[in-house]
């Protein structure tokens, strides 16, 4: 056996048993480690990790090897030596304590995403692409798409929202950065499908307050909308009504349809703006993909568009797709405002 067949099995490996990080990141997240480094203020010893988790005795060998593998994919920094090893956060660790350590925390994104109602549609993808009856892997686990699961069930509601809460805040800081040309000029905006208002709430606290923001989403989104003075909640169907504004915004929503649904809500969304004239306008944050030659854009961008497959209709896009879907909708011109590591702001 050669160099290139040992290679060929090294990667073969690593695809095989790749689902151990998030294994292993789902293990973490479950015990608490990166809160009790967190917690602890300082670097710990596996000792003082052991005892601040209460574990039972046997599984501090147990644990030294989970943070071994922690350690190597460079979720946990290990510093000193073997024998007096001690473990701290990395960027990666700090993305996801209970403890908002940095400007982003994506704990719930992550919880939901590692969540076995989540998990159990990607052990049915095979099945899937063998039968036509159900729109998506998901269906196919649980009976239900994720939203009538949603409708039905408030734990998975409440884990789905704190998620694209969580997630907003990708979004939320260069939105108000870049807000000066964006909202120049704008006095009402509509978030469609906004969840429980967090980028709506920045938006209208964050140096717009003369901005009207309403957030249109599900009637059951309601129960867990973040009640500010500020910000008014709708509930309505986006394919049946959009309320008037000078600026829709779309994040993260067209990735779950597909291209006829894209354009119908596009189409609603063209109804409900003022006319261009006045500064009406669609803006859309959505990843673009191939628009950057990084690989480190890339990889997530074709990873995302997995999870569209495995629960909605939709899909990451390229520009052309992109492209596409707006003319279809009866938009002349477009432009991609800003691209932010793998997501992008389109303007239409």
């Known amino acids: 056996m050669n160099n ?25 997240l479950d015990l608490g480690i990166p809160d009790a480094i967190c917690n602890h203020g300082q670097p710990m010893t596996l000792g003082q990790l052991h005892s601040a988790l209460t574990l039972p005795p046997s599984r501090k060998p147990s644990l030294f090897r989970l943070m071994r593998l922690l350690t190597h994919f460079g979720f946990i920094l290990e510093q000193g030596t073997s024998s007096e090893a001690v473990y701290d956060l990395t960027p990666l660790s700090r993305l996801v304590t209970s403890t908002k350590v940095e400007s982003f925390n994506l704990l719930p994104f992550a919880r939901f995403h590692v969540e076995d109602v989540v998990l159990k549609a990607y052990l049915c993808m095979g099945d899937w692409f063998m039968q036509e009856e159900k729109e998506m892997p998901f269906e196919l686990a649980h009976g239900v798409n994720l939203w009538e699961m949603s ?21 939320t800081d260069v939105i108000v950065k870049e807000g000066a040309d964006i909202f120049k000029g704008i006095e009402s905006l509509v978030d469609v499908g906004g969840g429980t208002g967090a980028i709506a709430k920045v938006i209208a606290e964050n140096n717009f307050p003369h901005i009207k923001c309403t957030v249109l989403d599900l009637p059951h989104v309601e129960g867990d909308f973040l009640n500010d003075p500020n910000v008014k909640f709708v ?17 993260w929503i067209l990735h779950c349809w597909s291209d006829d649904d894209c354009i119908k809500i596009l189409r609603r969304c ?28 890339k990889e997530p961008q074709l990873l995302f568009d997995l999870v569209m497959m495995i629960g909605t209709k939709g899909a990451e896009r390229e520009e052309q797709e992109w492209s596409k879907i707006f003319t279809e909708a009866g938009f002349r011109s477009y432009k991609i405002i800003r691209t932010i590591g793998f997501m992008s702001i389109i303007e239409v």
């Not at 090294?10 to 293990?27: Q, R, V």
């Not at 509930?235 to 994040?251: N, Q, R, S």
């Not at 063209?270 to 854009?297: D, M």
Request: with cysteine.
């Open 4 to 28: 290139n067949e040992f290679q060929a099995i090294a990667e073969l490996w690593k695809l095989i048993f790749g689902f151990h990080k998030t294994m292993s990141l789902k293990c973490a």
């Open 151 to 171: 409708s039905q069930n408030p734990k998975i509601s409440k884990l789905f929202n704190d998620a694209m809460v969580s997630s907003s805040c990708l979004f």
């Open 235 to 251: 509930a309505g169907d986006m394919f049946k009504y959009i309320p008037a504004a000078d600026v829709v915004l779309l994040k």
């Open 270 to 297: 063209k109804e409900a703006i003022s006319s261009r004239e006045n500064g009406g306008k669609v803006l859309i944050l959505e990843a673009v993909i191939g628009l950057t030659s990084s690989v480190i854009s």
